[in-house]
């Protein structure tokens, strides 16, 4: 059978590193067993702000990737304040009353100058570009995928200008995501986001998004077909390590500013000054970008020598920390717009054969992931007794060997399962 040619358009790809880019590189590379061509549309020069060149090894030899040249306004940003470019284009934005003014302005610039996002100046060269190739290609379906939004854009002009099948892919919401209120948008700003997010959502012919809230939410603004496919794990190459001799508690990806669970660096701090031997085995780990404010507040709360502060690693070096520490930290901020929010580590947790304690926001979509595969405990951000006491068990069996899962239906979660689902769209 003749295999079909979809056109993919994306921002992150490798050697982007991070979470963005790891949904459609695992897409792509199980397409081809469903009949489906996969073609990559991607920047030339993109200045991703995390990078992780082992990536690049997963891309296949016999992917077609198409580059085309993207002006970045963060790189015109990083020669005012590097460190304050780099951390927004990261989305780690601190807290208002701590914002310099360059930073206000900034972010002043970044929301009402360039609608929907920073790479908008991106739209009209790919448009004109990509109207030719697949003219020339005969292809007749294009999947968009964002963030950045602005890349549905190019789907929109494209299905309006060709008439071509068109996916719409939202790993994150757009109008109702966590920092879209920090961009200190003007009212009319904030209308041209609305109007370009319900005309996305109206034109293309079928939409995707990764959690539950998303697609209710989504489903207001449109009456289009809405399909949930989450993110998930793949097959990782066997990795040599040994378990943490001490009881760590590890976070790997950003802590945001609001990404601050207070409630556990309390509950962390009471046991420590409880339990002697929990003092002595103790260790949190951070793998990952943490904020000035997460900081401070570990500090607060007397924690500080307790914390081995790693920093960015490859995503290979991150799947080794997950698979020995005692256990995996889950945080999201405490907000309505967060519980749509299922970060892809999620599923790399899962299957690292390590509870997992998340703290998020009530009625937040992981919960029901976190239960239905018996991987751990979800908590908000009232549970403070049940947190702590949860913490003390997993401590006493980490004590007498036995801190481990009993995991269930998994196998949905695989790449390739959800690979399936996808082909199915097209």
Request: one cysteine or more; a neutral charge; aromatic letters at 14%.
């Given at each position: 059978?003749?295999?079909?040619?979809?056109?993919?358009?994306?921002?992150?790809?490798?050697?982007?590193?991070?979470?963005?880019?790891?949904?459609?590189?695992?897409?792509?590379?199980?397409?081809?067993?469903?009949?489906?061509?996969?073609?990559?549309?991607?920047?030339?020069?993109?200045?991703?702000p995390l990078t992780d060149e082992s990536l690049n090894s997963e891309v296949s030899s016999a992917l077609t990737v198409i580059k085309q040249p993207i002006k970045e306004p963060y790189k015109l940003a990083g020669i005012l304040s590097k460190k304050s470019s780099k951390t927004i284009s990261k989305g780690i934005i601190s807290e208002e009353k701590k914002q310099s003014v360059l930073e206000k302005?900034?972010?002043?610039?970044?929301?009402?100058?360039?609608?929907?996002?920073?790479?908008?100046?991106?739209?009209?060269?790919?448009?004109?570009?990509?109207?030719?190739?697949?003219?020339?290609?005969?292809?007749?379906?294009?999947?968009?995928?964002?963030p950045p939004h602005s890349i549905h854009l190019i789907g929109l002009q494209l299905k309006e200008k060709l008439r071509v099948n068109w996916l719409a892919d939202f790993r994150d919401p757009w109008t109702t995501i966590g920092y879209h209120k920090q961009l200190k948008l003007t009212a009319t700003s904030e209308k041209k986001h609305k109007s370009f997010e319900k005309q996305v959502l109206n034109t293309a012919d079928q939409i995707i998004v990764t959690s539950f809230t998303t697609k209710a939410e989504f489903q207001n603004i449109t009456n289009k077909p809405i399909e949930v496919i989450t993110n998930g794990y793949d097959d990782e190459g066997s990795v040599s390590f040994e378990m943490d001799s001490k009881f760590t508690l590890a976070h790997i990806g950003s802590l945001l500013s609001?990404?601050?669970?207070?409630?556990?660096?309390?509950?962390?701090?009471?046991?420590?000054?409880?339990?002697?031997?929990?003092?002595?085995?103790?260790?949190?780990?951070?793998?990952?970008?943490?904020?000035?404010?997460?900081?401070?507040?570990?500090?607060d709360h007397n924690l500080s020598n307790y914390v081995n502060d790693v920093g960015y690693v490859s995503h290979k070096e991150s799947i080794t920390f997950q698979k020995k520490s005692q256990i995996l930290l889950l945080i999201e901020i405490d907000s309505e717009e967060t519980k749509c929010i299922i970060p892809g580590k999620l599923f790399e947790y899962m299957v690292s054969n390590r509870p997992i304690v998340a703290i998020g926001p009530k009625?937040?979509?992981?919960?029901?992931?976190?239960?239905?595969?018996?991987?751990?405990?979800?908590?908000?951000?009232?549970?403070?007794?049940?947190?702590?006491?949860?913490?003390?068990?997993?401590?006493?069996?980490?004590?007498?060997?036995?801190?481990?899962?009993?995991?269930?239906g998994l196998q949905k979660y695989h790449r390739k399962a959800l690979t399936k689902s996808l082909s199915k769209m097209l």
């Open positions: 059978m003749k295999q079909k040619k979809v056109l993919i358009i994306t921002y992150y790809w490798p050697p982007a590193g991070g979470p963005g880019v790891q949904r459609w590189l695992k897409f792509v590379k199980y397409l081809p067993e469903f009949d489906v061509e996969p073609i990559v549309y991607v920047p030339e020069n993109a200045n991703y302005l900034m972010l002043f610039v970044r929301g009402n100058f360039f609608i929907p996002d920073a790479r908008v100046g991106w739209v009209r060269p790919s448009v004109a570009y990509l109207s030719d190739y697949i003219k020339k290609e005969a292809i007749t379906t294009v999947i968009t995928t964002g609001k990404r601050n669970p207070e409630i556990l660096w309390r509950a962390l701090s009471e046991l420590i000054n409880e339990n002697i031997d929990f003092s002595e085995d103790f260790q949190l780990n951070f793998i990952g970008e943490v904020s000035e404010n997460v900081a401070n507040s570990i500090k009625g937040w979509d992981v919960e029901k992931i976190i239960k239905e595969t018996n991987t751990g405990n979800c908590f908000n951000y009232n549970d403070f007794d049940h947190l702590k006491n949860t913490i003390l068990e997993h401590y006493y069996a980490f004590k007498k060997g036995k801190l481990q899962t009993h995991p269930i």
